[in-house]
């Protein structure tokens, strides 16, 4: 079965410093997603990306993080200048549709990003 | 915004019986709730969903009822299996049309006693 692949399972960076978070998602589909989960609270929305732009963002995507996709398999996210409060879980999820007409959302396993 | 929050954090049930988890939502514009199962090690899987046009909807041993009136969803799951111990994620999204993103609740650890 198909499905969303993520690297590194555990990134590890000093604060200020940029990380690029990596996904590959399912080869069909066109809606492409960045969640994050900080310890202990709920997964949010960050970004969604189509047709390669920005579709939303929510009020945490600011300056400091940029999407992209630079060939026809990855999804990437790039935090500029890491902070503390940036160490989470990062999920990548892709959709064949956007959510209004079939609309799961297929998520990979995440990558842990510690900012020390 | 929307959100959403859902019960109880952790559920403890006997192999056999009955599990159910409760979420309520705030914007009553949101007409898609889906429900994720995520596994150790694992990406969240889709267990099921429900639109707003149903009040209920059930596949196998899951089901899903949704109270569009109370704002409130729940999600069933009958004669549990040890398999069936993992976190589960509630979810809502006001599908428009666009790329929305899901709005979550906080995960249930569902454990399965033998």
């Known amino acids: 079965e198909p499905e969303v692949t993520q690297t590194p399972s555990h990134q590890v960076t000093q604060m200020g410093q940029e990380v690029i978070l990596r996904c590959v998602p399912i080869?069909?589909?066109?809606?492409f997603y960045w969640y994050r989960q900080i310890l202990g609270q709920k997964v949010e929305f960050l970004v969604s990306?189509?047709?390669?732009?920005?579709?939303?963002k929510s009020e945490i995507f600011d300056d400091q993080f940029s999407v992209e996709r630079p060939d026809g398999s990855n999804f990437t996210l790039k935090i500029r200048s890491t902070k503390l409060e940036d160490s989470a879980m990062y999920f990548c999820?892709?959709?064949?549709?956007?959510?209004?007409?079939?609309?799961?959302?297929?998520f990979g396993p995440g990558t842990r990003l510690t900012v020390l | 915004g929307e959100n959403v929050e859902q019960h109880p954090s952790t559920l403890s049930v006997q192999e056999g019986d009955s599990a159910v988890i409760k979420c309520t939502y705030s914007?009553?514009?949101?007409?898609?709730f889906p429900w994720y199962k995520q596994e150790l090690g694992k990406g969240s899987q889709l267990i099921i969903d429900?639109?707003?046009?149903?009040g209920e909807k059930k596949d196998q041993r899951i089901a899903v009822t949704l109270n569009k009136t109370a704002k409130h969803f729940s999600l069933h799951i009958t004669e549990t299996q040890p398999e069936d111990s993992a976190v589960y994620f509630c979810?809502?999204?006001?599908?428009?049309?666009?790329?929305?993103?899901?709005?979550f609740g906080k995960g249930t650890h569902l454990i399965i006693q033998p």
């Open positions: 979810a809502a999204s006001n599908s428009g049309g666009g790329a929305d993103g899901l709005t």
């Open positions: 990306f189509y047709n390669n732009e920005i579709s939303e």
């Open positions: 999820a892709s959709s064949i549709t956007p959510q209004g007409i079939y609309n799961e959302q297929f």
């Open positions: 429900i639109r707003s046009n149903v």
């Open positions: 080869s069909n589909h066109l809606y």
């Open positions: 914007d009553s514009a949101s007409n898609y």
